[in-house]
């Protein structure tokens, strides 16, 4: 694409840049017309699309990926998106694992303009706290990661910092839903399609 102004910047779930759906979200994000970057996280060590979520030990995988290499390489993805590629906005999505990352970088002066999360796993208080820019929600009714207590938590810290935010809470949708759904769930393939269009909307409206 020619415009490279307004990109975005795609953080994956823990199935990473091999999962198909990852690819297939990223090209559509492309393709409603913005520039999309799509970074290795874990160095090919992206947790096997095979193997099932709920049967998963994250611990010793979490351990090789710890926060501070994680905010590395996306430190370095957003200074190249900037420098070598003109972006002058951009806005970051993040699904599962990436749902803490994106608030960190929205963070006054992190690099992140814009943001929308999809059931974000393992975000802290401080996190939502530092969000400075406009921060948009797909949360799903059964996301054990992030619950009822965590979405009012979020929802109350955005609301005292005056922030400009969207929290959209999806029935019937279980962790994972906006990239991983059981598409045969009518909910669920709702919920995923939505998610989607949310962000989109987001974006085209605050990026």
């Not at 090919?44 to 994250?58: M, S």
């Not at 420098?83 to 906005?89: H, V």
């Not at 207590?149 to 962790?175: C, D, F, M, V, W």
Request: include cysteine; charge should be neutral; charged fraction near 15%.
């Amino acid at each position: 694409m020619n415009n490279t102004a307004n990109a975005v910047l795609y953080v994956t779930d823990i199935y990473g840049v091999p999962l198909l759906q990852n690819k297939l979200l990223a090209d559509s994000i492309a393709k409603a017309g913005y520039l999309v970057i799509m970074p290795d996280l874990f160095k090919g060590d992206a947790i096997p699309v095979t193997t099932p979520e709920g049967g998963l030990n994250l611990t010793e995988w979490r351990a090789r990926h710890p926060t501070a290499e994680i905010d590395s390489i996306i430190a370095s993805t957003i200074s190249y998106m900037r420098n070598e590629l003109g972006a002058t906005r951009i806005g970051g999505v993040g699904y599962c694992f990436g749902g803490k990352y994106v608030p960190r970088f929205l963070a006054e002066g992190k690099g992140l303009d814009v943001g929308f999360i999809a059931h974000p796993s393992s975000l802290e208080t401080a996190e939502i706290q530092g969000i400075a820019g406009p921060i948009t929600i797909a949360a799903g009714e059964l996301d054990g990661a992030f619950n009822a207590t965590g979405r009012h938590t979020a929802e109350s810290i955005l609301q005292t910092k005056n922030a400009t935010y969207q929290l959209n809470l999806y029935s019937g949708a279980p962790h994972g839903f906006a990239v991983r759904p059981n598409l045969n769930v009518p909910r669920q393939k709702y919920a995923k399609e939505s998610a989607f269009f949310q962000a989109v909307q987001w974006f085209d409206a605050w990026l």
